[in-house]
């Protein structure tokens, strides 16, 4: 039995290097580390299946700092457990995570201990928080991804997963409604390997919580169908253990435990207020807390000897076994199951199976088409029999969105029953985002789909996928007035312009079925980059790709379509998705017309932005500036392709509401209006 004193020693470190960090960088949140020190130590020490040794075993216990603010826990935490850092090749290196160097410059450029935890950066950071609610909403997707998991490899004798996830969670991640979301889901979806823990300070930046906040948290949690258990003091570690073993015990409903805590405990003056939450103590007070902890009043940075030593033989020891007996497992595994073996380790490693490509279908030249929605479908459903840890869902519309797997054996995820492939997030798009980071940081492939439009709803997780560099897949439909008679509150018009404002988003917004293949065909492939599908409702013609140039080059983010028969074009044409069509017309006008003009299918600028120089000017060659592009959305941005002098027919207002043919005559997307100006680019006079 650990003596009682190493804990108050190991809990006071924590305390003590998270306020001096915060003291030296001058900035940062020591009072929520000093208060949660205990509750963090508790659950690290004695409860979660986690070796430092190897900080990304498969089945390891999830622990999420939802309040990314007192990051200063976790770095703590990290470094006296003695965490191992991995390199980007998943190889596991010997040297710490976070060294006392890193905690030193906490908040400095290039210190492993950022601001907020940052995911891929920090190695043991399970995701990046920051954004209230996130980091608990992402734990409900590494639940789920656990749940799934187990059904989807654990055979007889050999339980390859079981993990659990536990989340701290402040005031302000509770207030969040996405928490409220993903709290809904998880008790829908009986998680009882999902634990939040509820800092239950009555503390947020602006002073006490009632100014704002006078929920029944519990009641709102039971009512979700949670099991909600209280701690009436951080500092009692028995309690906590009881509250963490009961966790345990308890099936079929995740479980929130409510914990009492003093932000700032110790601090003379400050604790308790809300001025412990986001500025350093000052000195004197750090002297006077360390003073009531019974620690050196002039020593900064102190481990004191034993500490390491103590979570060595605690946690250490524990997660040591454990890991060692499930890679001994594995071995067994791979064995008697070699086929789940493999998928399992490519799985981990962002890999695909081989051959994965040559399910992608391919679509005869078809004038009346299929609209992007469907081909998508079609794509999905055979590649998604290929990929076995493909899944996903939609925000209540994949009736609209087409994204259901529909050949036999897919299933649906449901509560009690694991193992199915289709999601159902419910009306909750935020938390689906959430969702999705979470089973994509367990390695799953998802992917989430809704209307475009709410792209909006969904857009905090989005970026922090983004953040993150995790290849969690969007299918966003319904994408332009397109959309029709469900008018401007349902026709997107800034939303495909502001993903393409987030850094590391691949948006592709592809021209006809065959580059919705080619689409698939990509985003399938990235290991490290969120992608975006942007999709038609309508129909779209199926190019006759021995007459145009081949869906492939969607690849490379844009190519050149068609081109005048004879001698160089004298104009460009340049358009995404259902645009496209509309500008091979105008081009085909135009030839009549004796004037020569390049069509370049655009369906994604970050793919193209990506290529060399000589490429995008072998596509857009600089000396033609007479150029028109044509995109229905905000036509924001699209002067980088068409220059100062070019013309961009698009979105300037909301749509309305009407049949699709009246709104494209009202916006002005015909073969004419293209045809018009790219005339006006010639200089009128032809
Ligand atoms: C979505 C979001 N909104 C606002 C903030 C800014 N913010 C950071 S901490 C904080 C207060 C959090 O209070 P609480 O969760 O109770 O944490 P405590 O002060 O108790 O540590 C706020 C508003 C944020 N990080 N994320
Ligand atoms: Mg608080």
Redesign the pocket.
Known sequence: MPTPDLDTLCVNTIRTLSMDAVQQANSG?P??PMAMAPVAYALWQRHLRFDPEDPIWPDRDRFVLS????SMLLYSLLHLAGVKAVNPKYETLGQLSVCLDDIQRFRQLDSRCPGHPEYRWTSGVETTT????QGVATSVGMAIAAKWMAAHFNRPGFDMFGFRVYALA????IM?GVSQEAASLAGHLQLDNLCWIY?N?R???EGH?DLAFSDDVATRFIGCGWNVTRVGDANDLAMLDRALETAKKTKERPTLVIVDSH?GYGAPTKQDT?SA??EPLGEEEIRLAKRFYGWPEEAKFLVPDGVREHFRGGMGARGGKLRGEWMALFEGYRAKHPAEADALYRMQHRQLPEGWERTIPSFPADAKGLAGRDASAKVLNAVAQAVPWLLGGSADLAPSTKTRLTFEGAGDFEAGSYHGRNFHFGIREHAMGAVLNGLSLSKIRPYGSGFLIFSDYGRAPIRLAALMEIPVVYVFTHDSIGVGEDGPTHQPVEQIVSLRAIPGLVTIRPADANEVAEAWRVILAFRHEPACLVLTRQALPTLDRTKYAPAAGLAKGAYVLADPPVGDPEVLLLATGSEVALCVAAHEQLGKEGIRSRVVSLPSWELFDDQPREYRDAVLPPRVTARVSVEQGSTLGWERYVGSTGRTIGMRSFGASAPLKDLLKKFGFAPESVVAAAKEQLGGGR
């Open positions: 949140h009072g929520t309040m990314g603010h007192a920051g954004p209230l609610g402040g005031d302000g991640c969040e800092d300070n503390i947020t930046i919580t932000i809300h939450h986001g």
